[in-house]
């Protein structure tokens, strides 16, 4: 006979959770983006304002709450340090997109690409940096996912 345990959900958990939903939109805004009609401009329109203040969130709390505790517990400072470089890029591109309108040549590939830099940045999240935060010695990623929830929806109340 065999006991399954049910681990509590974490900090990585959430994190993921949030990069599920993000990529559930940039699918939706690709599938739109052969269609000119007025309606399909205000839905990516909205669609990619979501996308931006999702993301925008998102990068907040792991630069404020999730990357210093992980720093704080794993040797492998590289590994943060590149998602934070990860992360200034993403926001340039989500300045651009946010000033940006969905007619013009240029949007949609702006979109389409924060895309790719995010998909690259979860690759890493789920395979490095989650695994080492799990592993890590002395990181409650529960408690870290309360203040991570208590952040979020603080961001979200004023966004």
């Known amino acids: 006979m065999t006991t399954r345990t049910t681990r509590e959900k974490d900090a990585c958990d959430l994190l993921d959770a949030d990069h599920r939903k993000v990529k559930a939109m940039f699918k939706e805004y690709e599938d739109l983006t052969y269609s000119k009609a007025k309606s399909v401009v205000a839905r990516k329109q909205e669609l990619a304002s979501q996308i931006c203040q999702e993301l925008t969130i998102h990068a907040t709390i792991e630069e404020e709450i999730f990357y210093p505790a992980v ?41 389409t690409v924060l895309g790719e830099y995010i998909d690259h940045h979860v690759r890493e999240e789920r395979t490095e940096m989650f695994p080492r935060a799990r592993a890590a010695v002395g990181l409650d990623l529960v408690a870290l996912r309360e203040q991570l929830e208590a952040r979020k929806e603080e961001l979200m109340a004023t966004a």
Request: aromatic share 2%; charged share 30%.
């Open 71 to 111: 720093r704080a517990k794993i040797k492998d400072q590289a590994l943060l340090n590149e998602a934070e470089v990860e992360h200034a890029g993403a926001m340039d591109l989500i300045a651009q997109i946010e000033a940006g309108d969905p007619s013009e040549p240029m949007f949609d590939a702006k979109v």
